[in-house]
C-alpha cells in the first residue's frame, strides 16, 4: 500500500421522496401533520470520504455524488473519474465494501488501468468501519427528516447542505473516522489531539 496516499473510504446509499419520519416539537394538541404524493422516485447517493495517510494537515475531503436510479458499474466507473479529477493525480487507496458493481469484471479491467488507485476491500458485514455510514445517518436525521419535496432536486438541495454542512465543519470528518475505531498515522489528527 502506498503511504503517502490517500485513504479514501466510498460507499452508496438512497434515498426517495418518502419523508424520512423523525420525532419533532410542536404546540401541545396541534399533531405536526407531514403531507406528500406518496411518490416512490428514487436517488442514489455515492460519498467518498478521503484521508491523508501522512500529512493530516491536508485535512479530510468529502466529495459527493447524486444520481436518479441505482449505481451499476458504469456509473460508479463514472463517479471514480469524477474522484479522479477531484484527487487531481494524488495517490489514492480506495476503500469499499463487497458490492458486486465494486467488483466486477469490467471494474476490475478498468481499474488495472489507472495508475493512481489502489482497490481495498472492507470485510464483509462491517458497516460500522465505513465512515462514509455517518453523514448517510446524519443526512437522514438532520437535512432530510421530515422532507416532504415534491421532486427529487428538492432531495437533492437538502443532501448538498448536508455536505456543505460536513465540509465546512473540519471536525467533522476526523470524528467519523474515529467513531470507527480505524486510525491513520500519525494517530491524531490536528483538531482532535489528546493535549488540547
Not at 489502489?118 to 458497516?127: I, K, S
Request: aromatic share 8%.
Amino acid at each position: 500500500m502506498n503511504t503517502r496516499a490517500w485513504i479514501v473510504f466510498l460507499d452508496e446509499s438512497g434515498v426517495s421522496l418518502l419523508p424520512q419520519i423523525r420525532r419533532t416539537y410542536a404546540p401541545r394538541g396541534r399533531t405536526p401533520l407531514l403531507r406528500h404524493r406518496l411518490n416512490w422516485k428514487r436517488a442514489s447517493m455515492a460519498g467518498a470520504l478521503g484521508y491523508h495517510s501522512t500529512d493530516p494537515e491536508r485535512g479530510a475531503r468529502l466529495c459527493f455524488h447524486l444520481k436518479p436510479g441505482s449505481y451499476d458499474t458504469t456509473a460508479l466507473i463514472e463517479v471514480l473519474e469524477q474522484m479522479k479529477a477531484f484527487y487531481r493525480g494524488e495517490q489514492v487507496v480506495l476503500v469499499w465494501d463487497g458490492l458486486s458493481a465494486h467488483w466486477s469484471r469490467a471494474m476490475r479491467a478498468w481499474v488495472a488501468e489507472q495508475d493512481w488507485l489502489t482497490l481495498e476491500r472492507l470485510p464483509a458485514y462491517a458497516p460500522e468501519l465505513n465512515p462514509v455510514e455517518l453523514p448517510w445517518s446524519s443526512l437522514k436525521k438532520r437535512e432530510l427528516a421530515n422532507l416532504a419535496g415534491d421532486h427529487l432536486a428538492d432531495v437533492a438541495d437538502a443532501t448538498e447542505q448536508d455536505i456543505h454542512r460536513i465540509n465546512h465543519n473540519p471536525q467533522l470528518p476526523w470524528s467519523f473516522l474515529a467513531h470507527t475505531g480505524l486510525t491513520i498515522h500519525p494517530a491524531h489528527p490536528p483538531n482532535l489531539r489528546k493535549d488540547q
